[in-house]
């Protein structure tokens, strides 16, 4: 059975590697520009992102276009065999158009117009910006969506932000009279009899703003989904605008600002997903918990297409804009570049190519140096990154089969964070989320990140911490999938309100009640010096046995149907309920009442995953620190091993005959990984095309 997805271009059937290129920067120095075609291949380089911000260098002034030097670029990228991303160059306005149509300009939420300057930050709404994005995308397509060195679209550059001005609040009481029909059921859906805010008139409704409404949480969420939906209306526009010449070519947007964008529904518009890393890595003596977090990611936006995403950006050294800006060691260009292709990633692609002379960024990473040649640490760890990623290009368009998946919901992030109660001082949705994916990470559990629309079929395992907003809907399919045989963890938290951010009435987890077989009574936040305990029974089926320590948010519950685990050891708590198993029909339904820490969490899951079958991508022990992904073609399955513990580290193999596939070696028994190693090895997969 092929598992090989088609590459994201015909053109270019290979791992991509390549960065954002910038050479209107630099068109007033031709040999710059020649330079750059040498100092490309030197590094192993055959993909740039060009034009993402070159509005003004296409455009100078309103309707004089000037096409030349990206005739010159395209050109000597055609005869050198290196490919664009070509971008539209919204991402960023020219000032002519800002002085002439100042309705581009965003309105913030205080309702104040921004000034020209910086950059994502105009209107999704206003017709002119609209307008003008389509011309000059319209005559970028007409030149280049033929262009045998273009690959595809790089739609704008990450979209995100919103905009308050009359015309978005229009769109968003449209928006709002289309869901909700009438005042009554809006009124109805926000609970606006609280604090006297009933609408009468649907012109009475606007955004939230600090100075204004904000504490509606019905109207907070559906703000942040009708600027998800605005913002995809505004890419689907440019997607149209440049697709009519050429429907053939691919579009991506880059994404990176997680928080307000549903990026999950982008998949209407996209052919792909691409998304910009930037971990702050060697923070502390290890980069365990930064490896686990960013796989984390890498594992969430390939899952919102299901199938191979690219690293759009990435810095080949460090960033300028973080707190701290260290310098990555040796060995961890490679291992944090190959992370992203363990992970279903078939590029890695880099901000930018050549150091900007000037203004905000000219401190930030480039493959290129002000030094202006090839002989720097940096771009020999590069040069030496395209010739791996050329070693290993048979993994392209490889998938990565999963059976354990994480719920992750946007709406779901939104609402737990918008919750009042029960810890202001830092509920920490995101970070249980990551802790829990660690978890499996730890065991190299491939693990698909997902969200409460999405089929449930695929897994034998899902994992929903903290599943606060819960529609009835996703209650009646996690219900089902518990009785179809699978095995659903689910946290504190749960069940409490609904797509509308109302509370479930009758007892929580609402929903997820007879799944869970518990009824949540009280939930309380704990001060940071707090704790209780979790003490696990005896003979528990878990085979878990001692004492855990419990922090953050304590549920009292009560195990109606479910079997009790583990109890509280502490204060009125003791002897109540902690962690309760339920089963319903051929599968089971752990709760866990408490917030645990990392140790818990490993010794749970290790249990849960033998339990419920779920296959490893080697299924053999894996040092702290130390993990695995697996990308298959149903064929040959490939083992990407990583070292993320700071320390030298030494892997059993399971048996099944490996081979290095950088070197074609056969592998020895125990691969050695050095600080900051990667190895990827090959075997042959099982014939049914899945991990166990
Ligand atoms: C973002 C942007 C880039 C650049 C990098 C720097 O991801 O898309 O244009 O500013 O950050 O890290
Ligand atoms: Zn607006």
């Excluded at 209107?24 to 490309?40: N, S, Y």
């Excluded at 970028?140 to 995100?160: C, D, K, Q, T």
């Excluded at 089929?455 to 009785?483: H, N, S, W």
């Excluded at 990583?642 to 490996?658: H, P, T, W």
Aim: hydrophobic share 40%; net charge negative.
């Amino acid at each position: 059975m092929t598992m090989r997805h088609a590459p994201v271009s015909p053109k270019l059937p290979v791992l991509m590697h390549g960065a954002d290129y910038n050479p209107d920067q630099w068109l007033h120095d031709p040999k710059v520009l020649e330079e750059d075609i040498r100092l490309m291949k030197l590094a192993g380089c055959n993909v740039m992102a060009i034009g993402i911000f070159s509005w003004a260098a296409l455009e100078p002034t309103e309707g004089e276009f000037r096409f030349q030097w990206m005739d010159e670029v395209l050109e000597r990228f055609q005869q050198n065999g290196i490919y664009a991303w070509l971008a539209t160059p919204s991402g960023a306005r020219p000032a002519w158009l800002s002085a002439k149509y100042p309705e581009v300009l965003r309105l913030e939420a205080n309702r104040v117009r921004n000034l020209h300057g910086m950059r994502h930050n105009h209107c999704y709404t206003s017709p002119a910006y609209r307008e003008k994005t389509a011309i000059i995308n319209g005559k970028l397509a007409e030149r280049y969506a033929h262009h045998p060195a273009v690959l595809g679209w790089h739609i704008s550059n990450e979209f995100g932000g919103d905009c308050h001005c009359g015309l978005c609040q229009d769109a968003f009481r449209t928006w709002l009279k289309k869901k909700y029909g009438t005042l009554d059921a809006l009124n109805m859906a926000w609970w606006t009899n609280f604090w006297a805010h009933t609408y009468t008139d649907w012109s009475q409704v606007e955004s939230p703003a600090p100075h204004g409404e904000n504490m509606v949480h019905g109207q907070n969420i559906d703000w942040r989904r009708f600027v998800t939906d605005q913002t995809i209306d505004f890419c689907k526009h440019e997607i149209d605008s440049v697709k009519s010449a050429n429907p053939e070519l691919p579009a991506t947007t880059n994404m990176h600002m997680i928080e307000g964008l549903d990026y999950r529904k982008f998949s209407r518009v996209l052919d792909f997903v691409s998304w910009d890393a930037y971990p702050t890595w060697h923070k502390g003596n290890d980069d365990i918990e930064l490896g686990a977090s960013v796989a984390f990611y890498h594992d969430l936006y390939r899952s919102i297409m299901q199938k191979p995403f690219l690293l759009m950006e990435s810095t080949p050294s460090l960033t300028n804009w973080q707190p701290v800006s260290k310098l990555k060691q040796p060995g961890m260009h490679r291992l944090s570049s190959l992370q992203s292709i363990a992970h279903g990633s078939d590029s890695v692609q880099y901000f930018q190519w050549r150091k900007s002379r000037g203004s905000s960024e000219k401190f930030h990473g480039a493959v290129v140096d002000h030094a202006g040649h090839e002989h720097t640490r940096v771009f020999k760890d590069v040069a030496e990154l395209g010739q791996s990623l050329a070693d290993i290009s048979e993994v392209t368009g490889a998938s990565t089969p999963a059976e354990t998946a994480i719920l992750f919901d946007w709406d779901n992030r939104w609402a737990v964070k918008d919750a009042q109660g029960p810890r202001n001082m830092g509920i920490h949705y995101e970070e249980t989320v990551i802790k829990h994916h660690r978890a499996l990470w730890e065991q190299g559990v491939p693990t698909d990140v997902i969200g409460s629309e999405d089929d449930f079929g695929p897994y034998k395992l899902i994992v929903a911490p903290m599943l606060y907003l819960c529609r009835e809907e996703t209650g009646r399919k996690l219900e089902q999938f518990v009785e179809n045989g699978g095995t659903l963890v689910a946290t504190y938290w749960s069940g409490v309100v609904d797509e509308h951010d109302l509370c479930h009435l009758g007892g929580f987890p609402g929903p997820l009640r007879k799944t869970l077989g518990i009824w949540a009574e009280e939930i309380e936040g704990l001060y940071d010096e707090d704790s209780n305990g979790l003490s696990m029974l005896a003979d528990n089926e878990l085979g878990i046995t001692g004492r855990f320590e419990a922090h953050e948010i304590c549920e009292l519950i009560h195990a109606e149907q479910a079997e009790v685990l583990g109890t509280y050891t502490d204060s009125f708590y003791a002897g109540r309920p902690a962690l309760t198993v339920n089963r319903l029909g051929r599968g089971k339904a752990y709760y866990m009442a408490a917030r645990h820490k990392e140790d818990f969490l490993l010794a749970f899951y290790t249990s849960v995953v033998s339990q419920a079958g779920v296959a490893r991508a080697l299924e053999s022990e894996l040092p702290s620190g130390v993990t695995a992904a697996l990308r298959t073609d149903g064929e040959t399955d490939y083992v990407f091993l990583m070292n993320f513990s700071g320390e030298a580290k030494r892997v059993e193999l399971d048996g099944r005959g490996y081979r290095d596939v950088e070197t074609g070696q056969v592998a020895e028994a125990i691969v050695a990984l050095p600080v900051n190693g990667i190895t990827v090895l090959k075997r042959k997969a099982n014939p049914a095309g899945t991990a166990s």
